[in-house]
């Protein structure tokens, strides 16, 4: 699947910016070489930027990677759920509320970047398993109708949404 061929339902507007922002990309493609990207970018990060926020209010380096992590982990879980036809409606998360509870600030810049490696391998996965058909079957999360192709892609952009932060103002 490629980003043109996802339509206008697939997903809700708020994504829009992340899918947009990948260009023309084959989704199975796009996932593996935006692990290969984020991890040539991340040997870059020095470990003592970790818990450095770039404002008040902001989340720590440490904690942004958390996010990542944690979003990649519910998109997941939602495009598993979408796929087998599970007819539930999926609640959003409040991430605020999940790096409150993520201790960030004590994990080292390794440990961090394993476990990204290890949720995008299963996502990769995960979406490699799925036929064309099973791409575009749909579920409900936050209240909105989402395709599976389309949770890829967003996966995709929002990886690469947060890496251009990380580099804009925490590096």
């Known amino acids: 699947m490629k980003t043109s061929e996802l339509l206008k339902e697939d997903y809700n507007p708020y994504y829009h910016t992340y899918i947009m922002a990948l260009g023309e990309v084959n989704l199975k493609e796009e996932l593996t070489e935006g692990l290969t990207r984020f991890e040539d970018f991340s040997t870059n990060i020095p470990e003592e930027k970790l818990n450095y926020a770039y404002a008040e209010g902001k989340w720590t380096l440490a904690e942004a990677l958390v996010h990542i992590i944690d979003t990649e982990r519910v998109f997941q879980y939602r495009a598993l759920c979408f796929s087998r036809n599970d007819k539930a409606s999926f609640p959003g998360f409040e991430q605020d509320d999940y790096i409150l509870n993520a201790n960030a600030g004590n994990r080292g810049k390794q440990s961090l970047l394993e476990e990204f490696r290890a949720v995008r391998m299963s996502s ?11 791409l575009q079957k749909r579920g409900v999360a936050s209240g909105s109708s989402m395709s599976v192709g389309a949770v ?3 996966l995709s952009g929002h990886l690469n949404h947060h890496k251009k932060i990380i580099e804009e103002r925490y590096l």
Do not use: K, M, Q
């Open 124 to 134: 990769i996965a995960l979406f490699n398993s799925f036929a064309e058909a099973d």
């Open 152 to 154: 890829g892609f967003i």
